[in-house]
């Protein structure tokens, strides 16, 4: 990283030396920087009248630093949440540090479980373990677990099936995970294998995954389980991961980090999250709120960014996102359906885009009685109040009426549950305007705070 930044720094240097501004040139460049607060606030972004629909590009761009640094370790829920940090947004090392009493667990997105051959397995990633780290941040909170995620990676459909036929195998893997957690201080792991198993072998990933958080919880280390929307994205069809998986393996597992993000394709952009969506996961996978204080709802901290000529999209994290406003200043408007912000904007050859990004509206504005919430570490993306922890999670409780609330159309679907019918994205302009239809783990995410 550093030397692509080196190399960007270069390339600026050089081009500098080919032209000079002007004076006027540099008074217009001036007129258009949009002034940014420097200092931490000493009240909420609630009490500073920043928690709105009718955002505006200019006052995001001017808080967007200012976190309320005396309620920076205060947590509000009572409840588990989950912060996963990311190699691709370093901030969120820091992040983690200067909240950390608002969370009970952070996820580190370091490790990757490999088979080599019979009863062979290999932790990767360890040199990505930063103890100093670890330790700053169990300072700034008594009782904070560190349980790094650990991705089964590069498993083949003979590793699999040979494995999960094995008891031989499954004791060995599980011998294997517990001996680096004790070597490395870890305090358990969020295991994401779910999206990887390449055969439908659900009763044996099922065994094997007992056998496993068995031999963790005997050495006293937890074991957090990624998995899939309980309502595949886009449909009104089923997950991989249902009711029926949830209930076998609830009473093991200590907890569930629930991949609610990512709804829209770049064929059909849309919101990351619409909150009829949200719900609806959790309510397939526990009907009866048995076991919601297990479920870490998942929430994006970062949005998406959809090319119009080009049917593609890419994320968007919190330092481009700033930039972008302060390129274009483009109007941002809120698409009520979904419960998320969204703004268009046209490069110059580049076609017109939309993006789709969290907001204080998202993730403070929007609660969901029973839902778990967080602080505001920064002033246009505060933490996932409309749920739970980072991407990440929280425990959640029971689904309340929403009384308040404008509810869409709703329409039956064949499971049994009501989806908001056609709706309009909400987007500025009406060629970006689709009809899209809802049916319906923290994460690639990390902790996409703008960057400072």
Not at 38 to 63: F, I, K, M, N, S
Not at 252 to 271: C, E, V
Not at 275 to 292: T, Y
Not at 428 to 451: F, I, M, N, V
């Amino acid at each position: 990283m550093r030397s692509l930044l080196g190399a960007l720094w270069l390339a600026l240097a050089c081009g500098s030396a080919h032209g000079t501004l002007s004076k006027s040139d540099a008074k217009k460049a001036a007129s258009k920087t949009l002034p940014e607060k420097t200092q931490v606030a000493g009240v909420p972004v609630q009490e500073r009248g920043l928690v709105v629909t009718d955002l505006r590009a200019e006052d995001v761009v001017l808080e967007h630093r200012s976190y309320c640094s005396a309620k920076a370790l205060r947590k509000h829920f009572a409840g588990d949440v989950l912060g996963y940090v990311t190699p691709w947004n370093s901030h969120g090392y820091d992040i983690a540090k200067i909240f950390a009493g608002k969370f009970t667990h952070v996820a580190p997105v370091w490790l990757q479980l490999r088979r080599h051959g019979r009863e062979m397995f290999e932790v990767t990633g360890l040199d990505d373990v930063d103890q100093g780290w670890m330790r700053a941040v169990r300072k700034q909170t008594k009782g904070l677990r560190i349980v790094p995620r650990l991705r089964f990676e590069d498993w083949t459909y003979e590793d699999f099936r040979n494995v999960l036929d094995s008891e031989d195998e499954i004791e060995e893997l599980s011998r294997t995970v517990v001996q680096v957690a004790k070597s490395q201080r870890f305090d358990g792991f969020v295991v994401e294998v779910w999206n990887q198993l390449l055969i439908q072998k659900h009763v044996g990933l099922i065994h094997m995954l007992t056998h496993v958080v068995e031999a963790l919880h005997q050495a006293r280390l937890l074991a957090i389980l990624v998995i899939p929307p309980a309502v595949a994205p886009g449909t009104n069809k089923l997950g991989v991961f249902t009711h029926k998986e949830f209930e076998q393996l609830a009473p093991l597992l200590d907890g569930f980090s629930l991949m609610t993000y990512d709804y829209s394709t770049a064929q059909q952009p849309g919101p990351n999250a619409p909150l009829s969506w949200v719900r609806a996961c959790v309510q397939v996978l526990d009907p009866k709120s048995r076991w919601r204080s297990k479920i870490l709802l998942g929430l994006n901290f970062y949005g998406m960014d959809y090319a119009a000529s080009k049917d593609a999209r890419e994320p968007i994290i919190g330092a481009r996102y700033i930039q972008t406003l302060k390129d274009h200043r483009p109007r941002i408007t809120w698409d009520s359906q979904a419960a998320e912000h969204v703004f268009e904007y046209k490069k110059n050859r580049g076609g017109r885009h939309i993006v789709f990004y969290p907001t204080l509206k998202v993730r403070v504005g929007c609660p969901v009685p029973g839902w778990g919430q967080r602080g505001q570490p920064s002033a246009n993306n505060p933490g996932p109040q409309r749920g739970g922890g980072g991407c990440a999670g929280s425990g959640l409780g029971p689904f309340p009426e929403q009384p308040h609330r404008r509810r869409p159309r709703l329409s039956p679907c064949r499971c049994g549950l009501s989806w908001p019918g056609s709706w309009a994205s909400g987007c500025p302009s009406g060629s970006w305007a689709r009809a899209w239809t809802t049916s319906t783990t923290c994460c690639r995410l990390g902790l996409d705070w703008p960057a400072q």
